[in-house]
Every structure is written in structure tokens, then in C-alpha cells.
């Protein structure tokens, strides 16, 4: 594997770990209050500036992935500081190439809010495409608790479209998690409920550790 990516590019595909992940866009659907660019107008995750003058195209990622190498990579993630679902023909392209090129596991990491932005149930199509793991943030276990902590122009009927994201990709893809970051105050416990009584398996994300290679409470 090689850290073929210069500092004065941006950046599409960065490495941590073995694992490569994935930053088509830098727009969101929601102003996480716990988010480190909303909090700290902070880029970086894991030594790379993540901001993005614009969106790329599906061969410019691409040709970011093949600078830093598919060979030995035992996943790649759609992530970043943006949403990767609101660059949906682009990551449904590179989903594709990807599993031609023979990646074991392909990921998303989502808010889950696609269906709701783009009026349809998009999951079908991720797993066509050859999506094998979904983590959408669910990040809290009640409507209020999650639009007082990711704020949006659809309030509290994100969380419910998220739910309702999670339950469609159930029957289309193979993993499906609900991820919460652990914001002071958060329950773990009432959290896991809110994962589990949907069938999702549960994620919890260490607050103010953007980056971290493994996560607590598991299933990773």
C-alpha cells in the first residue's frame, strides 16, 4: 500500500489502518452539535483535511483509490465529515467498481436520511450495487433527543426517517448497525434498546475521538 495522496490535493480516499475510506462530499443534512467542523470548524480526521472546495466526480475518487491501493484492504468505507448518500449516483458508481475490483466488504457510513431527501427508498439500490454493511447515526434514543443534538430543517421527523432508513436496509443488506455518539448525558443502555428493537446492531462512538480506528460496543 502506498500514501500516493500529496498535501496539496484534496482529499477523496485516505487510509487508516488497513481499512480505506472514502470522502465524496462535504455537505450534511443535519449541524451536529458534537460534529468537530460545526463544533471547531475542524477538518481533520486521522492527519487529513477532509474539507472540500467541491464535489468530485466518481473517476476522480477513483483515481485517488487506485494511488493508495485496493490490495490488502480488508473494507472500504463511504465517510468522511460530509453525508455520502447526497452524492448518490457517484457512490453507487464506485460501490460497483469496487466489488469488481474484489474488496471483500464495502461500507457506508450514513445519517440515514436518504430516503427522506430523495423521496424514494434508495436501499434497494445500495444493495444492488453491492453494499455489504450500512452504519447509519441514529445517535439518540428519543425524536427530541436527536433534533436537539443534530439539528436540521426536518426536526424531529429526521430521527423517525432514519428509523425507518434502518428498517428498509434490513431486508436488502447484509449488516445494518445504529450508531450513537456518546455525548454526555446519553444512556448506553437506552441507546442499545433503541438499536436493538429495530434489529440493527448496536455501535457507540467514543465522544470528541473522530477517527478512532475501533469503536466501543462493538460488532465492528
Request: one cysteine or more.
Amino acid at each position: 500500500m502506498t500514501d500516493g495522496i500529496t498535501a496539496a490535493e484534496p482529499v477523496y480516499a485516505y487510509a487508516l489502518g488497513d481499512a480505506l475510506y472514502l470522502n465524496l462530499t462535504s455537505s450534511c443534512t443535519l449541524a451536529c452539535v458534537f460534529c468537530p467542523k460545526i463544533r471547531d470548524d475542524d477538518w481533520v480526521v486521522g492527519g487529513h483535511d477532509l474539507r472540500l472546495s467541491r464535489a468530485p466526480s466518481a473517476d476522480e475518487v477513483w483515481a485517488q483509490v487506485e494511488k493508495l491501493g485496493l490490495a490488502g484492504r480488508p473494507e472500504v468505507v463511504f465517510t468522511g465529515l460530509g453525508e455520502p448518500t447526497r452524492r448518490l449516483e457517484v457512490l453507487l458508481e464506485i460501490t460497483r467498481r469496487l466489488v469488481r475490483s474484489g474488496v471483500p466488504r464495502v461500507r457506508l457510513d450514513t445519517d440515514g436520511l436518504a430516503n427522506l431527501r430523495e423521496g424514494r427508498d434508495v436501499t434497494p439500490e445500495l444493495a444492488a450495487a453491492g453494499l455489504q454493511a450500512v452504519v447509519v447515526s441514529l445517535n439518540a434514543p428519543d425524536a427530541a433527543t436527536y433534533a436537539r443534538l443534530c439539528p436540521s430543517r426536518h426536526g424531529e421527523a429526521a430521527w423517525y426517517a432514519a428509523r425507518d432508513f434502518i428498517r428498509d436496509a434490513l431486508r436488502q443488506i447484509p449488516e445494518v448497525h445504529a450508531s450513537f455518539v456518546g455525548v454526555p448525558g446519553l444512556v448506553m443502555d437506552d441507546c442499545r434498546g433503541a438499536a436493538e428493537s429495530l434489529g440493527a446492531r448496536f455501535r457507540w462512538r467514543p465522544h470528541d475521538r473522530v477517527g478512532r480506528l475501533r469503536e466501543l460496543g462493538g460488532n465492528a
